[in-house]
């Protein structure tokens, strides 16, 4: 029976939300599922994976895998493909997967297409993917032609997760680290200082842009990011003026992001940074300009100076979920 590999990424012994995004997509499809993780701690998914509905469990519990090391990676999971031969392959379009499957893809020579916003996967194992291109400005249908395999890499928190309808034991097949001469080692993975979640899973994100003054003034977002568990992100002109660094920019030359609540405050609305935030549910723009681009694109818009909305808003969220 063809089936769908799932590439289950999973921090702190949980699968992240965008692998449960990808089950309930493969589950979707009628075909039998795989999940393929690595790292330290994979064993103790088998459970939760079955749960999920996955019928075949692929992990590589060998702390080699701990730090994301391309040369490794790739090594691991096209001798995966290539002994499991799924019909589709479906992963997050996160920095990994990024950068991953390219490199696997190539070795495999079968296609894939990345930063998907919406799947469709036949019975038969035939996939049609939607992707927006030139700053979300038009949506591109894909399809596969002389793909044995056919790789799809989705954003964060645009599938709908679905609980499964029955639970399955998942047969468990351990997977090696590859015994290879690497020519790259990983020294070193430096984290960024903050623990808050990466912008590109946050469920809100509280975002600041040149209206903002001075980098001081983020103190402002991170107080209501506070209250409102939320991440913080920034415009490109904030990052370029080095106010905060370049892992916090959301945009086309940034981080893609699909909140459910996007607050953005002093940001005009480029068609830059719109590129990357347009797949938020609801965004609420803060700006002392009642003609800034940003308002088309609102759900709610409040017309003020930031400085003195922000601390408002973090005062009354706090009355209002402290309740
Ligand atoms: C190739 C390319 C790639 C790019 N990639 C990105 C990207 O990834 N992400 C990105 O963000 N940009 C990107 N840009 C830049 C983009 O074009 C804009 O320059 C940038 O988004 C502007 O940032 P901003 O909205 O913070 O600043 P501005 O455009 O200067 O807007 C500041 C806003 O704050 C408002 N404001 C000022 N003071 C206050 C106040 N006290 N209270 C409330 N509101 C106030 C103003 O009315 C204004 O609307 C890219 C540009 C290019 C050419």
Redesign the pocket.
Known sequence: MASVLVFTEFANGQLKKSALELLSAARKSGLKVQALALGSGAKGLADALGKEGVDEALLGDDAAFDKYNPELFTEAVTNVLNSKKPAVVLASSSTLGRDLFPRVAARLNTGVTSDCTELEISGSGDVKARRPMYAGKCTAEVAFENSPIKIVLTRPNQLVVTPASAAKTATVEEIKAPVKDLKTIIKEVVKGASNKLDLSEANVIVSG???M?EPANFKMLEDLAEVLGATVGA????VDAGWVPHSM??????KTVAPTLYIA?????????L??MSGSKVVVA????AN?P?FQKASYGIV????EVVPLLTQEFKKLLQH
């Open positions: 842009g040149r209206g003054k415009s490109r002109a904030v920019q959301v945009g086309q030359t940034g405050c002093g940001i005009s609305g480029a068609i830059q940074h590129a990357g803060i700006n002392k300009d800034a940003i003020g100076d930031v400085t």
